[in-house]
């Protein structure tokens, strides 16, 4: 008889719709970060000294995928701070806020 591994996800306690909600919060700061990060970098490209002798299509592409990745990685350890930014101003008082925003704008 064999008894198969109990995974992490049925072990562990459901969290709580607000832990859920925090956590959606986060990574959209996170990701929205990373997105303004990513323009900062090309940006900070484009304003180059000049054009690339050996530049192709192909070197611009991996070059926007390496800022992509390194933007992201910035993002996750929150190297600006605006992640933390936006989730304190849109923390509990501000999801309430937001919320109520919505839907007084959706007419509910």
């Known amino acids: 008889m064999t008894i198969g ?15 859920a909600e925090k956590q959606k919060l986060r990574d959209v700061a996170k990701q929205f970060e990373a997105v303004f990060l990513r323009q900062m970098i090309g940006s900070m ?3 180059g000294l000049g054009d690339d002798i050996l530049g192709s299509s192909a ?6 995928m390496s ?7 910035m993002a ?16 509990a008082s501000g999801t309430a806020a937001v919320r109520a925003t919505v839907e007084r704008k959706e007419g509910k």
């Open 76 to 91: 996750e350890k929150g190297v600006l701070g605006i992640a933390e930014m936006l989730i304190g101003q849109f923390g």
């Open 67 to 73: 800022d992509a990745r390194t933007a992201e990685s």
């Open 59 to 64: 070197t611009d592409q991996f070059r926007d």
């Open 45 to 47: 490209r484009s304003a």
């Open 5 to 19: 591994a109990v995974s992490s996800a049925a072990a562990a306690p459901s969290a709580s719709p607000a832990d």
